[in-house]
């Protein structure tokens, strides 16, 4: 039959659903727990969360967070207790997007959202400060001009929170420990996690 | 950061049972340690191995028999005896160790996030290693106000505190400064300080260093960083020359905090705040990152302010400024006093480029304030040991140690309350080591040859130089029990007065008893690398006399000076005479730390040209023609000597701001521009060439040095050898009998003052005390002052107004003053040709008017 | 008050014994003058065959204690050890209110048997009445010459100093007494190396009694060891003030001999206390003190005995008796108890700072309806890591006989925390169904 094969593959294609997408001027949804560009999120007081513990620098595997904490000013404080994230950069030339310092974060100031498509012309717009990850006013990440974002990436920027206990017990059912979120009041922790499934 | 016991000796051994093996331990020993040295750990809080044990925190409860049957016992408290039966992992033991960690845990707030302990936190590590895994604690954990300061440094936060009793113990048994204690009791128990009375301590670092949680914590310090940020090399501090073992961390090239290591024979892991602390001046604002010059090269104009120049443009003008001297004067026109700072490598390179190559002997580490390089290279050395081995006789005749070297102060501390070690104290006032030394005797200034000589003599039994013929008695019989054999601790009594007398009174003691061994208490912080190496007249490296040089110095150096040179004094002179073309500061500021100040500004105004070679731009360097930035301490390897003669290694933690070098190299390079080559390219082959040519670092190779089983150092010879600096006798210095009218002037040091390093420190800084006139409140009638009252001070040199305060510890007919105080500069009264300063006391009429017109003057 | 035998309580009831005049009136300082007409080693050993136990709680015989001091080290130091605090305590009080030249001739004899040339008593801080009585008292003897240099003529000659506390319990345990004496924070001294009679008061040898057994010393030495001992029994001679408190008819302090007399004399003998008030019932009783496990109706037949009532599973301790009829909640008991011992603990060792804490804690949340159901198997547990015992082990419970093992092992320096559990844990053994239906109360309430 020779050639004609591979045409009869082509016209069978024809008639199928396309899986392509016309991408950037069409997107598909993401999924809830995507790893994207971090947000430094605000309790509902309009605090940060961000305490300055260097815990996530500290786990980052890529070596791509650098934070140094300082003394909360007395009369006008940034975050609620001692410390405040005086300094707070992401290189994203880096950052891996693993997710680790999420997980490492005592008090839920760092998450993520969904918005993976940012470029830059020059390695040092890669490193995002303090203020361009921060939420604003109501709660909701900064769009940066060189960032694309589409309807919904900023939402559920924390949407996923774990649930585990700190023991590493299974059958811990978790309950909301932390405070409201600004923009978002407080969520629901995320069931479903016990390893038999229970936990709704 | 270590706190594993020491090594011992097995010299009584015992066999004990230790978790099913047969180990061997020295008997009477802590089970603690002992488990410890056999690779048992047990979790311990409040157990400190420089401390007294007191089995507070119960965590350290092992099952043990000793033949009664199993029990938990504090295995800090328990000596080992023999066959004994211990098990550190029964479930008896687990359930004490998960009891006690659950309990201290109560009440300990989830603060690890932003607590600065967090990471190194021995209550985290333990908690992870013994603890259990979740709290059974549901109700409220106990409040108070977050930190609160109770001192400059400190911040305690009460509701962290596991009270272990560590800080208090320390506080009380190790600095002697309990200032700290419990308070309350029951679970409400707390450590605070008195009620306005701050935790004032020169050691109050050390508390937040052995906390096992973060409840101390340093302000400097606070939120800087992480412990994982840290990078850590251990390396000695030298803020003073006791050589305290530190760590110093940094990160992202900034040295965050030094931090004591455990370092037997020197400092058993204590430091002092402002060693501790020093470290943040080389962050400090002012610091020199590039060499400075002036428009011309010539000073005809002093409005020229100094600006940024090139390294080469730098060099060129101080090559030029030795160069036109030495066509002017020869090698006499060239002098250096300074040098103190600089490690062993950078001063044998100094030595050897002014020594050998410009051929000058004019040159002086010691600021005119400390004593003569004789007595320290003369006479053999003892170590910090020696002064402290239990049962000795120690014989201190320097200024108040708490304030000069408050390390070496806290071992003879020690010494005197723990081991049974005799102090005689004879200092120019009562000080630190009064308290605890078994004779103190404060001779009037000029009188202490005397007095030393009534000791060793006997005398008629009457006073002598205002000391009381009991305590004159009590000494002289506690120097005879020693078998001649004693330790002399030797340093700067007073600025006020000439050292001939420390040299007469050094010389009658060496002279009475065969067996005296010298601990130079010289503050400055290579002070003893200094003299070692040559910085000094007449000396050349390795303690050996100028005029018995051996043929290696002529052959490997170009040149050696033709005779003896001047000290520091004589160089002041000569400059202020205009006989020196051209002064060269090594890290010196004689503006400040000359103790005659008129003549030190004299000095510096005759020389024609002045280099400076220094961190910061202070009042002597504001004077020079060029300055040349060095790397300071944590900037540059290389290795220090203490007072014992001990050579401890220098490690780099970060590389010095801009282009400024180790001063080896400026040395180097400085040859270079001459056109001669020092042939100096490494430390290491620096000290190669020092071994080589040093009689007394002969045996010390840099591998030795390097050798982590060495982090101690070695201490290099300090016994005199042939062609060695020799200690002579000296004629008896004179001094006038006392008129009526006059008092003895007294100037001693603080630990906090205005020097360069301390002033650019930001935690010591504002601990400067302003100084009050000191006198014996029995003086006070006599001059009509009243304590607190308004005082004029007069000497021939100057006159100030100055509150007047009584401290009983001044020798009467004295008067005593700070040197480097913020609010008055001593140096302005003394003149440094003077054997004793007088001055003259009057009351101002309007405070002291009612005390009637009788005395005064 | 009884019929029986009166030693120490003999003055009682005459108004101004505590004055010096009245006292020798009544054959005061006798016991003194034989003991100074013997040898320092016959009084010693007449004290010694005396049997005279220690009355401060833990009943170690006086003469073997003062015997431990090691010979040829001098100055000696003997402290009277005022400072009674156990809740229910209150004998010694009385003892130096109402005689109080009773107990400086008892230190007097304690001082000349044993070489001793300095005294120390120590008066708890709030017994204002006491120290003003002994004051007094001090006074009036170095006049007469009763104290001072050669007393009576002797070459025998002693300084007697009264210091008074700032009120914490646990300066009743000797080395923490001695720490208070000499000025620092009241908190025990780690044994080994510091027992007393080695290294005591600054270092030297020291020997600490209490009011009561030093206040027997006149008497003995009046009469002799033999007379002594015919009274009480064989192990236990003598006779003991016990304080009684509570739900009796005549609360009150009563001498009794010692082993002989049982609870139930004590709390039911018309002579003593008269019986429970009218129209109630034992519940409960606290045998020797707070820190003693409870006693039950089962229990009133013991002698009071030491070593008996040891064996039962508490202690006599200092002589005091707490009873609680029905109307008692022992829960609240408990918590009173442990609310006591949480404040009174000095706070040097964590499981008795942290631990008692956390026991009162829990009890009051439970009073407060705050209950979980895990709670009493916790206040078990929590006990059991201060005072660690085989307790709560499979079927343990009140059908279980064996007692709660007394006295309770340690984790800590001294017995204050581990005994503040064992109470606790007699209580939860009796009326664990009474704490659960607290807890399930609780609970109904909250829901």
Partial sequence: MGYLDGFRVTFKKLFEQRVTQQYPAEKQEKPVRLHGRHVLNRYEDGMEKCIGCELCAGVCPAKCIYVRGKDNPVDDPVSPGERYGFVYEINYLRCIHCDLCVEACPTEAITESKLFEFSFTNRYDAIYTRDELLVDGDGRPRQLPWEDWREGEDEWTSGWMRATSPSGDVAFENTVAWSGELGHGIRPPEQGQRADGGGE | MSEAPADIEITDPVTITLDGRQVVVQRGALLI????????????????????????????????????????????????????????QSDKTRKAQEGVLEFLLLNHPLDCPVCDRGGECPLQDQTVGYGPGETRFV??????????????????????????????????????????????????TQVNTFPNQPFASYFSGNTVQICPVGALTAEPYRF???????????????????????????????VLRCLGVDSDPVNWGWLCDKGRYGVEALNAEGRLGVPLGRGRSV???????????????????????????????????????GGARLTNEAQYAWVKLLKGVIGTDNLDAQLGDGIPAEIVLGLPLATIDDACRPGSTTVVVSGDPKEELPILYLRLRHAAVQDGVNLIEIGPKAGGLTPYATVAMHPLPGELADLVRAVVGGGAGGAVAGVDPASIERARSLLADTDGEMTLVVGRRSLSEDTGFTADAVSVLVSAYDKVRILPALRRANVLGALTMGMAPGVLPGRVALAAAPDAYSTRWPALPAGRGLDTTGI???????????????????????????????????????????????????????????????????????????????????????????????????????????????????????????????????????????????????????????????????????????????????????????????????????????????????????????????????????????????????????????NFDVGTLIDANDAVNEVRVEALQSVAGETGSEGGS | MSGGPRIVSARWEIDDAWKLSRYLETGGYAGLRSALDMTPHEVHEEVRSATLLGRGGAGFPAGVKWGFCPPDVWPRYLVVNGDESE????????????????????????????????????????????????????????????????????????????????????????????????????????????????????????????????????????????????????????????????????????????????????IYGDEYCGGIRKGHELKMFIPGGGSAPWFFPEHLDLPLEGKVVGGAGSMLGSGAIVVMDETTDAVSACWRLMRFFSRESCGECTPCREGTNWLETILRRILDGQGRPDDIDLLLDIGDNISPGPYPGPGWGAENPEPVPFPPQQTTICPLGPSAVAPLTSAIR???DEFEAKIAQGAAVSV
Avoid at chain 2, 142 to 166: G, N, Q
Avoid at chain 2, 224 to 253: F, H, M, Y
Avoid at chain 2, 591 to 605: I, K, N
Wanted: hydrophobic fraction near 40%; charged fraction near 25%; glycine fraction near 8%.
């Fill in chain 3, 430 to 432: 009796r009326f664990r």
């Fill in chain 2, 299 to 337: 000073k005809t104009d002093d409005e020229t302010a100094l600006e940024e120049v090139s390294w080469a443009g730098a060099l060129r003008t101080a090559a030029d400024a030795i160069t036109s001297a030495l066509d002017r004067r020869g090698p006499e026109g060239v002098a250096v006093i």
């Fill in chain 3, 87 to 266: 809740p229910g305590t209150y004998k010694d009080r009385i003892l130096m209110e109402r005689d109080p030249h009773q107990l400086i001739e008892g230190a007097l004899i304690c001082a000349y048997a044993t070489g001793i040339a300095q005294v120390f008593l120590y008066v708890r801080g709030e017994m204002a009445l006491a120290q003003e009585r002994v004051a007094s008292a001090l006074n009036e003897a170095y006049e007469a010459g009763y104290i001072g240099r050669r007393i009576l003529g002797t070459d025998f000659s002693v300084d007697v100093v009264m210091h008074w506390g700032a009120g914490a319990y646990i300066v009743g345990e000797e080395t923490a007494l001695i720490e208070s004496l000499e000025g620092d924070r009241g908190m025990p001294r780690l044994k080994p190396p510091f027992f007393p009679a080695a290294k005591g008061l600054y270092m030297k040898p020291t020997i600490v009694n209490n009011v009561e057994t030093l206040s027997n010393l006149p008497w003995i030495l009046e009469h002799g060891s033999e007379a002594y001992t015919t009274i009480g029994s064989e192990s236990s001679p003598g006779t003991r003030l016990f304080a009684i408190s509570g739900h009796v008819e005549r609360p009150g302090v009563h001498e009794v001999p010692q082993g002989v007399t049982t609870f139930r004399d004590l």
């Fill in chain 2, 224 to 254: 800087k960083a992480r412990p994982w940020d840290l990078e850590i090399v251990e390396s000695s501090c030298t803020t003073c020359s006791v050589g305290c073992r530190v760590t110093i961390q940094s990160s992202r090239n900034q």
């Fill in chain 2, 139 to 188: 109700d409220e954990k106990r409040h108070y106000e977050k930190p609160i300061a109770i001192s400059r440094t400190v911040l305690l936060d009460r509701e962290r505190c596991i009270l272990c009793d560590r800080c208090t113990r320390f506080a009380k048994e190790v600095a002697g400064d309990p200032l700290i204690d419990f308070q309350d009791r029951g679970s409400r």
């Fill in chain 2, 572 to 822: 002041l002179t000569a400059a202020a005479e205009g006989r020196i073309d051209t002064l060269i500061l090594l890290g010196a500021d004689p503006l400040t730390d000359f103790p005659d100040r008129d003549l030190a500004e004299r000095a510096l105004a005759g020389a024609r040209n002045v280099i400076a070679v220094d961190q910061f731009v202070n009042d002597s360097v504001r004077l020079a023609e060029v300055v040349l930035p060095a790397a300071g301490f944590a900037e540059c390897a290389g290795t220090t000597t203490n007072i014992e003669g001990r050579i401890l290694k220098l490690e780099q933690s970060t590389t010095p701001p801009g282009t400024a070098r180790p001063d080896w190299m400026i040395a180097a390079e400085l040859a270079a521009e001459l056109g001669s080559d020092l042939g100096l390219d490494s430390v290491e082959q620096i000290w190669k060439e020092i071994a080589e040519l040093s009689p007394s670092h002969v045996d010390l190779t840099w591998e030795m040095l390097s050798d982590p089983q060495n982090r101690d150092g070695l201490v290099a010879r300090g016994d005199p050898l042939p062609g060695s600096v020799r200690f002579e006798a000296p004629e008896p210095t004179a001094h006038r009998a006392l008129d009526s009218y006059s008092l003895r002037l007294v100037a001693t040091r603080k630990l906090y003052d205005e020097g360069t390093m301390v002033g650019r420190c930001r935690s010591c800084a504002g601990l400067a005390e302003e100084t009050a006139l000191a006198m014996n409140p029995h003086d006070f009638e006599r001059l009509g002052v009243e304590d607190g009252g308004r005082v004029t001070v007069s000497s021939k040199r100057g006159s100030t107004v100055i509150e007047a305060r009584g401290e009983a510890g001044v020798p009467r007919n004295s008067v005593a003053l700070v040197v480097n105080a913020p």
């Fill in chain 2, 33 to 88: 340690d002992a488990c410890e040295r056999n690779g048992v750990y047990i979790p311990r809080f409040c157990y400190h191995p420089r401390m007294r044990p007191v089995g507070m925190c119960r965590m350290c409860l092992v099952e043990v028999d000793t033949g009664r049957g199993a029990s938990l016992q504090p295995s800090c408290m328990l000596q080992c005896s023999s066959d004994m039966v211990v098990d550190t």
